[in-house]
């Protein structure tokens, strides 16, 4: 029995591959993912036994079959690459910067919780001449999901700029409150 387990822990050990990523430990959320998210879907697509990532040091640790290891490395190749790239700039149009973040940034929560993307929104600093500056939202991730995260923000864009053309008479103003 004793031999017959020493005999299975050995190709346990032959078959069993660690490699190991680098990445730049900013983006370490991105690939962590909230509550582990990211960690538990590449396991879940690739079969890999174990995903250790070191917040520290920058590095992601994956344990499994040769196979499963390199399909896991790849995937986290492509979410590196997709956040180590300057992403995708979009300039806004004055004063529409409210409407793409929304209240207590609900938008850009969302967007980047259903896109896996990371979104920054540069502000003009300081100054009267700060309205007059222009404002962007840069995108970061992978390639699909920067995409839809433009998409996203795109549409939120229109659906402000249709709002603010919409004339309202006041009475269907005061009628549109009161229901």
């Avoid at 079959?65 to 997709?82: C, L, N, P, Q, V």
Wanted: glycine residues 12%.
């Amino acid at each position: 029995v004793i031999n017959a387990e020493y005999m299975g822990l050995e190709d346990f050990i032959a078959n069993t591959h660690r490699i190991e990523i680098s990445f730049k430990p900013d983006i370490v959320d991105v690939c962590v993912g909230k509550g582990g998210k990211v960690i538990k879907a590449i396991q879940e697509e690739t079969g890999v036994k174990s995903i250790k990532v070191n917040r520290e040091t920058g590095k992601i640790e994956i344990i499994g079959s040769k196979a499963a290891a390199e399909k896991a490395k790849e995937k986290y190749r492509d979410i590196i690459s997709g956040f180590s790239s300057g992403g995708v700039t979009i300039n806004l149009e004055q004063g529409i910067v409210g409407a793409i973040v929304g209240k207590g940034g609900a938008n850009i929560r969302r967007i980047q919780e259903e896109t896996g993307t990371l979104i920054n929104i540069t502000r003009p600093k300081g100054g009267s001449k700060a309205k007059e500056r222009q404002q962007s939202v840069n995108i970061k991730g992978p390639g699909q999901a920067v995409q839809e995260a433009r998409r996203q923000i795109e549409q939120l864009m229109k659906d402000e700029q249709y709002s603010e053309n919409v004339n309202y008479d006041i009475n269907l103003r005061y009628f549109l409150i009161k229901q």
